[in-house]
Nanobody
Framework: QVQLVESGGGLVQAGGSLRLSCAAS????????MGWFRQAPGKEREFVAT????????TYADSVKGRFTISRDNAKNTVYLQMNSLKPEDTAVYYC????????????????WGQGTQVTVSS
């Protein structure tokens, strides 16, 4: 079992930055691929970024490429999402997720989810 707790959301003006954190329980964090997803009101949950367990290989959605950076600290069992140049369309609840071994951009392939943290970007 892996438990995930997100933090760092809030209200920011367009062009601003936020850093989300996701703290994971368990001793096998380093063997899990980690992902960030988001869900805006009335929309489906969508992929944002993912990072592989060992080599830290990253993949991003086109909509955030060049603005967001995912990283992980296996010693702290934590994954981060640095969000720069935020836009109003980035407003959503952001979720951290984990799956064993291989990264994925597909929501249904992730086994464990956090409770989400709200990010609101004002224009």
């Amino acid at each position: 079992q892996v438990q995930l707790v997100e933090s760092g959301g809030g209200l920011v003006q367009a062009g601003g930055s936020l850093r989300l954190s996701c703290a994971a329980s368990g001793r096998t964090f380093s063997s899990y691929a980690m992902g960030w997803f988001r869900q805006a009101p009335g929309k489906e949950r969508e992929f944002v970024a993912t990072i592989s367990p060992s080599y830290g290989i990253t993949t991003y959605a086109d909509s955030v490429k060049g603005r967001f950076t995912i990283s992980r600290d296996n010693a702290k069992n934590t994954v981060y999402l640095q969000m720069n140049s935020l836009k109003p369309e980035d407003t959503a609840v952001y979720y951290c997720a984990a799956k064993p071994i291989t990264s994925s951009t597909i929501v249904s392939q992730y086994n464990y989810w956090g409770q989400g943290t709200q990010v609101t970007v004002s224009s």
